[in-house]
């Protein structure tokens, strides 16, 4: 089976920040990205998302390391100090490399 090496870039932050980040990965180059919502439990309480925008999503861009890191760097410098947000990059192997 051949299959290409690519990153997962995995944002973890408050559902309002939504359109926002799509319209930044649309603008930083992402192909693509899949939301969903999320919900759990961390240094600052239990997330229940009882509201569209007070609960969590979780991001995922598959990508090259490049690109990645630009995206992780542009969302630590915006959004950081003000807004709920983990970001994790991990290698992962695609099968459809054109689509990435």
Do not use: H, P
């Not at 920040?17 to 990205?33: H, I, M, Q, S, V």
């Amino acid at each position: 089976m051949d299959t290409t090496s690519r990153k997962l870039l995995t944002v973890v932050t408050e559902a309002a920040l939504e359109a926002r980040l799509c319209e930044a990965l649309d603008d930083l180059g992402a192909t693509g990205y899949t939301i969903v919502n999320a919900r759990g439990r961390g240094s600052r309480g239990v997330r229940q998302a009882d509201w569209s925008t007070s609960g969590n999503i979780r991001l995922e861009v598959i990508c090259d390391e490049e690109r990645a890191a630009e995206i992780a760097t542009y969302l630590r410098d915006r959004y950081f100090d003000n807004f709920l947000m983990i970001i994790y990059i991990s290698d992962v192997q695609v099968l459809r490399e054109d689509k990435f």
